[in-house]
């Protein structure tokens, strides 16, 4: 019998999908983007409305013909890809290579992987949606023309093999420009008052100084030690009275459901998930896990959006739920309603969990540390968005001073409502106020004054960038994981303390751009061109329209740029020791260094530092700098290495010792030494009851370990979660490393079973031959990307692809 072909994207759907669907469908996956613009040309016709020129991608081949193959066999195509721009693309695409084989091709879209909702989609086909293929099509075509135009300029005058792009050199200008505004920021003194008062009822209080003769110290603070010392002795001599005291009941309404941006912001906050990271959490999440005997089961809704809208049929379990778990004072008077942004793209709901019965501790057993985790902020935050507003009691208390006023302020939680979904317990951060009344003298039990200096502009995080992005309207919430990657493989940004700090090579390239093109640079020009774009998906403007009023305006910049662009010379002030020529930043394999302006005929080089205001320090080696650190593990001095994400701190021990150490310098140049993360914690020790935390072991691997060590010496090797694919083996590959320190993966059943990969092992199958393992690899040719590690098979995921 003739089956219809369902054509997914990836290949972890198919399992799913097959499993509720029956022997009714064939399941076959695109594995990603099938066709793209050429790799080594620009592959689109400037002449002629730029029109694209697509070909099949390298390593393909195989994927396009089994496809084929199989829509020739079957009665109807339904192509699945994700419900967004790029899935639409990916469909767009699968469709041009097999219409010859089967023109009977319907598009179905689907929020969630679940019975239900394929079910639903396979009964109402659409046809392809040409706007919001054309959006994409523009997207990439002017990402392509930026890329492709601009960067061998940049090659020519800055450094070879660097890029630009629309998107991303605009996000490295916002860094960029955050770090000069550090730079130039002059900091400035101020003291500090608080005072510890206690009135006739406990419990004693603390108040912060808050006006001087009616102003308000924020914007009028005390500048130095003589104005301290003048203030603090009026105090010593004044009553502290009780002026005002203000208290009302205040409630906190719950936020909303996740969207794309939102997760990976708190993602980052909470977790300390990269962006990247956490969209590649979540899709494993949304493709579906293995839960026992519910077999492979989606746990979230699709991960890519900008919406906040949930389905009624949601909204009633997640009701039915808080009713049953907390009681009816848990569950508004009202179903709390959320409005999304008005650039949202109302497609799909926000991200929330498939069924919410699964809550994180019924699906704890079955799933890697990471995606419990982060199902567990999906399901919190999803929860709690349809609870009940939590109460405060806000206390405020004036007290007076002589011609000073000083504020306390108290906060209890009468009802947790929303918090309680948050594992949030009614006395946590509660600030007790006494009972005080008006015009009571307090005893002062201590007075103190600090001296405080204000700070500069604090470098943006992962989160704070991304919320920047969003409000700024750079890019979109689906892209923002990318943008910040390629950002860091670019090495135009490095994290130091978590946040991004410009290099040398990210501020050259930022004010290169900006100074030859203005325009593309500008925030303003880039969000309406995302405004643009989404006028393309909603068929309010022509996609060529839109890239001939861009070349309008790119083309003769560009043109300037080619013959105004000069070779970029960072100016040092610094002058060579050996002829006397200033001495500028240049550009190597392992970063960057000093070098004569005079070169070829001046060779000399000099390893440099920046201190904290930007200013750059000539040290002869980063290796004979004395640190003033010693190793924590040997005691042996620690010395300046450099790799290619910045200078850390590395044990002269080494190879014996291989502890490192991040560091940041202060003012005037010195080593400070950052102290290391606390341990991720893992699980409970089954010998004693303690934390099991990660460690490393001398060779470089990861194991768990007890952390009540030495007392209890309970260890086991580090899992990815990943079945030995050895037949008839219960194992599982675990991480090790070999005596010269490098890492492997091998069966956790050695010496029974002797499995080992070089590669960090992925779940497969493989689509070309099945088998059950892929790695993941980083090469110079294809950088990160999927692999079968079977000899024979070529099978290759590019990470753009994936």
């Given at each position: ?37 050429p790799t080594k040309e620009l592959g689109v016709d ?318 704890r057993p079955f799933l890697p540390d990471e995606q ?399 088998h059950p393992v892929l790695v993941q690899k980083r ?24």
């Amino acid at each position: 019998m003739t089956k219809d072909l369902i054509i997914v994207e990836s290949p972890a759907k198919v399992k799913t999908i097959s499993k509720f669907l029956g022997k009714d469908y064939l399941v076959e996956a695109s594995v990603g983007h099938v066709r793209d613009l050429p790799t080594k040309e620009l592959g689109v016709d400037e002449d002629n409305g730029f029109a694209p020129r697509y070909q099949v991608i390298n390593g393909k081949e195989d994927v396009v013909k089994r496809l084929q193959k199989a829509a020739k066999k079957a009665k109807h195509v339904f192509l699945a890809p994700d419900p967004d721009r790029e899935g639409e693309a990916i469909a767009w695409h699968v469709a041009e290579l097999i219409r010859k084989q089967n023109p009977n091709v319907s598009r179905i879209q689907f929020n969630e992987i679940t019975a239900r909702a394929v079910k639903e989609a396979l009964e109402h086909p659409k046809d392809l949606n040409g706007n919001l293929f054309d959006s994409q099509q523009a997207r990439r075509i002017l990402d392509r023309l930026v890329g492709y135009k601009i960067s061998p300029i940049l090659w020519k005058n800055v450094k070879r093999g660097i890029s630009a792009g629309r998107v991303q050199s605009v996000a490295l200008k916002i860094i960029v420009e955050r770090e000069k505004a550090r730079r130039a920021f002059k900091p400035e003194e101020y003291w500090l008052f608080k005072a510890r008062l206690a009135g006739a009822n406990p419990p004693p209080f603390q108040a912060d100084l808050w006006k001087i003769s009616g102003k308000a110290v924020k914007s009028h603070p005390v500048r130095n030690a003589e104005q301290a010392e003048k203030l603090d002795a009026q105090l010593r001599q004044s009553p502290f009275l009780v002026d005002k005291v203000e208290e009302k009941e205040r409630k906190k309404r719950a936020l909303p459901p996740y969207i794309t941006s939102t997760l990976q912001q708190d993602a980052n906050r909470r977790l300390g998930y990269s962006a990247r990271r956490t969209m590649g959490v979540a899709q494993r999440l949304y493709e579906g896990v293995e839960l026992g005997d519910k077999g492979v089961t989606a746990l979230i809704t699709y991960m890519r959006t900008d919406s906040v809208r949930i389905a009624k049929d949601a909204r009633d379990q997640a009701k039915d739920i808080i009713l049953q778990r907390w009681g009816k004072e848990y569950y508004p008077a009202k179903p709390n309603a959320f409005k999304s942004k008005g650039s949202a793209q109302d497609a799909h709901e926000a991200v929330r969990p498939v069924d919410a019965s699964l809550d994180p501790e019924t699906v704890r057993p079955f799933l890697p540390d990471e995606q419990y985790k982060l199902y567990t902020l999906i399901w919190q935050r999803f929860m709690s968005s349809q609870m009940a507003p939590a109460v405060f009691k806000d206390t405020v208390v004036t007290v007076k001073a002589g011609s000073t006023l000083w504020r306390a302020k108290g906060e209890r939680l009468l009802f947790p409502g929303h918090l309680q979904a948050m594992g949030r317990t009614g006395q946590e951060q509660a600030v007790e106020m006494p009972k005080l009344a008006q015009g009571e003298e307090l005893a002062v039990q201590e007075l103190t004054k600090e001296q405080k200096f204000t700070q500069p502009p604090a470098r943006y995080s992962e989160a704070s960038l991304v919320k920047e992005l969003e409000e700024k309207g750079i890019g979109r919430p689906s892209t923002y994981a990318s943008i910040i990657s390629t950002l860091r493989d670019r090495d135009y940004v490095r994290m130091e303390e978590k946040r991004f700090a410009p290099t040398e090579l990210g501020f050259l390239v930022s004010d290169q751009l900006s100074q030859h093109f203005t325009e593309l640079m500008d925030v303003e020009f880039t969000a309406n061109m995302e405004n643009q774009l989404d006028d393309v998906a909603l068929g309010n403007q022509n996609w060529t329209d839109l890239l001939n009023g861009f070349a309008g305006g790119f083309y003769p910049t560009l043109e300037k740029a080619r013959t105004g662009m000069a070779k970029a010379v960072m100016d040092t002030g610094i002058k060579c020791e050996n002829c006397g020529k200033p001495m500028v930043v240049k550009f190597g394999r392992t970063g960057e260094f000093l070098g004569c302006s005079g070169y070829p005929d001046c060779k000399t080089i000099k390893n440099f530092v920046r201190d904290e205001r930007g200013e750059i320090k000539v040290v002869d080696s980063l290796e004979d700098e004395d640190t003033g650190v010693t190793c924590d593990k040997c005691g042996k001095p620690m010395v300046v290495k450099s790799s290619r994400r910045g200078e850390f701190l590395g044990c002269s021990g080494y190879p014996d010792c291989r502890n490192i150490l991040n560091f940041k310098r202060d003012d005037d140049g010195k080593i400070v030494p950052l102290a290391q993360e606390e341990p991720e914690v893992v699980g409970k020790c089954p010998d004693c009851g303690h934390d099991l935390i990660i460690k490393r072991a001398r060779t470089g691997s990861r194991f768990i370990a007890c952390s009540n060590y030495p007392k209890c010496k309970h260890t086991a090797p580090y899992s990815t979660g990943v079945p030995c694919p050895n037949e008839g083996c219960d194992g599982e590959l675990v991480e090790r490393s070999s005596r010269s320190g490098k890492i492997f993966y091998s069966c956790s059943r050695y010496p029974k079973c002797d499995y080992a990969l070089w590669n960090y092992p992925l779940p497969g199958p493989c689509p070309e031959c099945g088998h059950p393992v892929l790695v993941q690899k980083r090469t110079k040719a294809k950088g990160d990307h999927v692999a079968c590690p079977q000899k024979g098979c070529g099978y290759v995921l590019l990470q753009e692809e994936s």
